[in-house]
């Protein structure tokens, strides 16, 4: 496994190949995770980030190709959740005497996760300490993706330690973006800002416009998750300011479920209506689809069109978490529609229309239902209401 990442800076984290979910089960993952942690070899031996407190024994080894754990100087916890910084009891055993630098917001969440713990030093943007030949300064960076989080930069090697910003979840032996497959990469770099970081996307345009000011050259972005940038490093900050700012396609995203077949017709008419206007979609039946991968098409997405039977005078179950997912992450530039069939009393379109709206999403056109099974004239309409919401999505 490569770990240099460059004269005296090693990775010496961990890597969790067959992990399947994250945040609990908030978030799906197909390719593992790693737990990236760094060290650097100058007077100060200074460790950068930790690692779940259940790989330890994998940082610890890997630490000591390089020094003995008890004879680090400094720790700086860029990010205190506990995939980064659970294992800090650990160390500490090692070496109670480690400095520890955290930002603000760091000096709440370490205590808080690790009672106890008192050598914090606190440091906020512009403050810098010299270690040896290096100098290494800090920038708070709260809301990508919490409020404690900070950057590490080095200047003397060009490299910014970004915690969880600009990172994906992807284990790998590389630990480069250049040196592994760019399209699995890119998925999972955009899966992981539409599903963590969307939210915040106001405070994060904020914060890289302040970074930015800095005008701090940078090489290599070293994440807390996933392989780093040194290629165009710039090219992930690019995509932060385009997923932050709500830039869309020319594409919808369809999610539906059904009972007896009928939403699932109306949804195949609602798709031709917008591809044979120019529109590309994405079509999702609702029980069987991947939340997170759903809200990830649905980032750059212009048209989120949501339908499903009524059931107990309401929606179906399996549709309740995708419309609460939309209005928990406030996706920006979005226009939206609802669909749907019922037996006797027909609530589904009111009830989607209502949760499209709680999702600050706007609607496009009036909803269409019909009573059980959708007849000829029933898909046509259909059809228009595709059309319709592809001269709105044209329209910008």
Same mark, same amino acid.
């Given at each position: 496994?490569?770990?240099?990442?460059?004269?005296?800076?090693?990775?010496?984290?961990?890597?969790?190949?067959?992990?399947?979910?994250?945040?609990?089960?908030?978030?799906?993952?197909?390719?593992?995770?790693?737990?990236?942690?760094?060290?650097?070899?100058?007077?100060?031996?200074?460790?950068?980030?930790?690692?779940?407190?259940?790989?330890?024994?994998?940082?610890?080894?890997?630490?000591?190709?390089?020094?003995?754990?008890?004879?680090?100087?400094?720790?700086?916890?860029?990010?205190?959740?506990?995939?980064?910084?659970?294992?800090?009891?650990?160390?500490?055993?090692?070496?109670?005497?480690?400095?520890?630098?955290?930002?603000?917001?760091?000096?709440?969440?370490?205590?808080?996760?690790?009672?106890?713990?008192?050598?914090?030093?606190?440091?906020?943007?512009?403050?810098?300490?010299?270690?040896?030949?290096?100098?290494?300064?800090?920038?708070?960076?709260?809301?990508?993706?919490?409020?404690?989080?900070?950057?590490?930069?080095?200047?003397?090697?060009?490299?910014?330690?970004?915690?969880?910003?600009?990172?994906?979840?992807?284990?790998?032996?590389?630990? &480069?973006?250049?040196?592994?497959?760019?399209?699995?990469?890119?998925?999972?770099?955009?899966?992981?800002?539409?599903?963590?970081?969307?939210?915040?996307?106001?405070?994060?345009?904020?914060?890289?416009?302040?970074?930015?000011?800095?005008?701090?050259?940078?090489?290599?972005?070293?994440?807390?998750?996933?392989?780093?940038?040194?290629?165009?490093?710039?090219? !992930? !900050?690019?995509?932060?300011?385009?997923?932050?700012?709500?830039?869309?396609?020319?594409?919808?995203?369809?999610? &539906?479920?059904?009972?007896?077949?009928?939403?699932?017709?109306?949804?195949?008419?609602?798709?031709?209506?917008?591809?044979?206007?120019?529109?590309?979609?994405?079509?999702?039946?609702?029980?069987?689809?991947?939340?997170?991968?759903?809200?990830?098409?649905?980032?750059?997405?212009?048209?989120?069109?949501?339908?499903?039977?009524?059931?107990?005078? *309401?929606?179906?179950?399996?549709?309740?978490? &995708?419309?609460?997912?939309?209005?928990?992450?406030?996706?920006?530039?979005?226009?939206?529609?609802?669909?749907?069939?019922?037996?006797?009393?027909?609530?589904?379109?009111?009830?989607?229309?209502?949760?499209?709206?709680?999702?600050?999403?706007?609607?496009?056109?009036? *909803?269409?239902?019909?009573?059980?099974?959708?007849?000829?004239?029933?898909?046509?309409?259909?059809?228009?209401?595709?059309?319709?919401?592809?001269?709105?999505?044209?329209?910008?």
């Amino acid at each position: 496994m490569k770990r240099q990442l460059c004269n005296d800076i090693y990775w010496v984290g961990a890597l969790e190949w067959s992990k399947e979910f994250f945040h609990g089960h908030e978030l799906s993952i197909r390719h593992g995770t790693s737990y990236n942690s760094y060290f650097i070899d100058d007077e100060k031996k200074v460790l950068i980030d930790l690692v779940r407190c259940s790989q330890h024994e994998d940082l610890f080894r890997h630490i000591e190709e390089h020094v003995k754990i008890e004879d680090l100087d400094i720790l700086i916890i860029n990010h205190a959740e506990p995939d980064h910084a659970s294992s800090l009891p650990e160390i500490l055993k090692r070496n109670p005497k480690l400095e520890i630098y955290v930002s603000r917001g760091g000096n709440i969440s370490v205590t808080r996760h690790t009672p106890g713990v008192k050598q914090l030093n606190v440091v906020k943007t512009g403050d810098s300490i010299n270690i040896g030949k290096r100098t290494l300064k800090f920038f708070e960076a709260q809301m990508l993706h919490w409020p404690d989080t900070m950057f590490t930069y080095c200047p003397e090697e060009k490299i910014l330690f970004s915690a969880d910003a600009f990172g994906q979840h992807f284990a790998s032996s590389e630990r &480069f973006a250049d040196e592994i497959d760019n399209k699995g990469l890119w998925y999972e770099a955009e899966k992981y800002f539409a599903n963590i970081l969307t939210l915040y996307s106001p405070q994060i345009l904020r914060k890289i416009e302040e970074f930015q000011k800095l005008n701090w050259e940078v090489g290599i972005i070293a994440p807390a998750h996933g392989v780093c940038w040194r290629k165009n490093p710039a090219q !992930i !900050i690019e995509k932060y300011v385009e997923w932050a700012s709500g830039k869309t396609s020319d594409s919808a995203v369809i999610i &539906f479920d059904t009972i007896w077949g009928g939403t699932e017709k109306m949804a195949r008419a609602i798709g031709r209506g917008l591809e044979e206007n120019g529109i590309s979609i994405k079509i999702f039946a609702a029980g069987a689809a991947d939340l997170n991968n759903v809200m990830t098409e649905i980032l750059s997405c212009k048209a989120i069109i949501v339908g499903c039977p009524t059931l107990n005078n *309401g929606l179906m179950p399996t549709l309740m978490p &995708f419309l609460e997912e939309l209005r928990g992450l406030r996706f920006k530039n979005k226009i939206g529609a609802a669909f749907g069939t019922y037996g006797w009393s027909g609530e589904c379109v009111k009830r989607i229309e209502e949760g499209l709206s709680n999702a600050q999403i706007e609607l496009a056109a009036d *909803g269409f239902k019909c009573q059980f099974n959708p007849h000829e004239e029933d898909l046509q309409k259909c059809e228009e209401l595709g059309r319709e919401i592809a001269a709105k999505i044209k329209a910008g």
